[in-house]
Structure formats: structure tokens, C-alpha cells
């Protein structure tokens, strides 16, 4: 009988605990709510412009494939509110806390530098290539806060060399299965490592 009520109160105990950590929200780790903002931008731009309903994992599995392919149409998806965002990305990138960091400063000294299809090496007067801090407080939470092993091992590939091109990752990310593929963990970085590291590259041609 105690066993018994022992094996009741530990299932009770992990099912709390498990859904505590599904239910973290990693962009609470910016206290300023430009996270926030940012991501419910990113969503309304990419469901206005691909027009799939509410099919989430359509659009952006749509999305990822244009990546991938390098056909994605940049002339129309940003909306004008997500290139002001990521020009306030660009300049918080000096910043000690934020989520992109210039390519030679990367922790990684040994990731080498190479074009991406998105950006190009930085030459005498030109700047830097930003990438995404992977070793950073927010993707750290959305890795661990994740149950999907696909996702994580991508994580942990950038971790090592973080100078991956977009087209890649986007390419890794589409073919996670849909079950996990539809996680709240998974659609951030989307936003923040594909679409805003796009975007801090193209904001210029907005004028």
C-alpha cells in the first residue's frame, strides 16, 4: 500500500515537473519584451503572407523550404514593424547580452570564416558577419527546454561551429517529424536565428 502510494505521488511529481518545462517561456530571459514583440511579428508576417489558415507547420515548413532553396522572396515577406526590429537587433549587437555576436568574437575561435548565402566575409571598411550565439541564454533555454532530440543535436552542432550557412539550418530544422516539429521551442528559433538573421543582413535595401 505504500509502495503503491509512493510510485502515485513520484508519477505525480514528474508529470508536474515535466509540464513546468514545457510550459517555459525563454523569451522572458529579455525583461525589455523586444523578444516577445519580435516573435509575434515574425508569426504575423509569415501567416499573412503564405496564407495557409492556421496550418502552422505548413507555413512554416513553407518558409523553411524557400530558405533552403534560396527562393524566398525578401521583396515581400518582412513587414516594415520586423525591419525596424532587426535594426534594433543590429544595434544591440555590441551589447554583452545579445543574441548575435560579430563572427570574430565568437567564443569558437577555430569556426573559419565562409560566405553564407546570405551574408559575405567583411572586408577593409565593410562589417562584420553577425551569427547567432548559440552559448547564449536564450537558445541555451530553448534547447533544454525542448524534448526533441533532432533539435538539441542541431543545437549542439552549432555550438561547435556556430558558421553554419541559413540555408542549412533551415534544411536541418524542416525535416524534424511533425510532432515535435510544431514545438513553441523550435518555431523561436526559427524566428530569431533564420528570419531576423536574414533580416539584420537585408534591412539596409528598406531605405
Known sequence: M???????IAFLLFAIVGRSQSNINCLSVDASGLYSKAFNSFEKD????????????????????????????????PSNNSIQLARVFKKKS????????KLSEYEN????????????????????ILIF???????????????SDDFQ??????????????????????YIPDDKFNADEIKKFIAFDIY????????????
Open 2 to 8: 505504500i509502495r503503491s502510494r509512493i510510485a502515485i
Open 46 to 77: 509569415l501567416f499573412q503572407h503564405y496564407q495557409f489558415g492556421n496550418d502552422s507547420i505548413k507555413t512554416y515548413r513553407t518558409f523553411l523550404a524557400e530558405v533552403a532553396s534560396l527562393s524566398l522572396d525578401l521583396r515581400k515577406l
Open 94 to 101: 555590441s551589447d554583452p547580452n545579445s543574441i548575435w555576436v
Open 109 to 128: 575561435h577555430e569556426a573559419t570564416k565562409k560566405a553564407s548565402p546570405y551574408t559575405h566575409p567583411s572586408k577593409k571598411g565593410e562589417e562584420e
Open 133 to 147: 550565439n548559440y552559448r547564449g541564454g536564450l537558445i541555451q533555454c530553448l534547447k533544454n527546454s525542448s524534448d
Open 153 to 174: 543535436n542541431i543545437i549542439r552542432t552549432l555550438e561547435e561551429d556556430a558558421n553554419v550557412s541559413t540555408s542549412l539550418i533551415a534544411q536541418r530544422i524542416y
Open 196 to 207: 531576423y538573421s536574414i533580416l539584420m543582413v537585408i534591412e539596409k535595401a528598406f531605405g
